[in-house]
Each structure stands twice: as C-alpha cells, then as structure tokens.
C-alpha cells in the first residue's frame, strides 16, 4: 500500500483517450489522487490541513516526464507495475 508522508500526494495519471493522436513531447498534465499525506506542520509544529482529498481529479500541468523529475518538487515513479506522480500540494494548479 502507497502512503505518502506530510504534504505529498500519488497521482494516478490519466490515460490517454481513444481516437486522439498523442504528440511524443505531449505529457500528462491531469490525474487522480491516489493516496495523501496528513499535511506539513508549521513552525509552531501544528499540522496544516489539506486542501485536496483522495478521488480529486487534480490539474498539475508544466513539464511533466513520466519516471523524471517534475517541477521542482515532484516525481514519476513505477510500483507494482503502474506509473504514478508524487507531487507536493503546492504543484496542483485546481481541482477538475
């Protein structure tokens, strides 16, 4: 089972719709929340809560590689066979 920590979140990302030709430089920009952390703490060491909930349907967009770097706070990543994004709550753009 995936369980992120603090403010990071598993996006599944969205698979690509039949009929629609896919540019190789195109990237995923969309997913679903998978699976949250409980959210940071601030200085005072009082955790802040999410803004999101698993089931979101989340807009992360910018330049996304499926197993590289994402933004400057997220990942792509492989487990069980299936490809994921872990991104920090601050990388979602909105809620879809």
Do not use: Q, T
Request: some cysteine.
């Amino acid at each position: 089972m995936l369980r992120p920590l603090k403010d990071w979140l598993f996006i599944l990302p969205d698979k690509e719709e039949e009929g629609i030709i896919k540019l190789p430089d195109k990237r995923p920009e969309k997913g679903r929340i998978i699976a949250m952390g409980a959210g940071r703490l601030n200085k005072k060491g009082e955790r802040l809560p999410m803004s999101l909930k698993v089931g979101d349907c989340v807009y992360f967009g910018g330049e996304v590689d499926g197993l590289d770097r994402l933004g400057a706070n997220g990942y792509g990543f492989i487990y069980d066979g299936v490809k994921y994004f872990a991104i920090r709550e601050m990388e979602v753009k909105g809620i879809l």
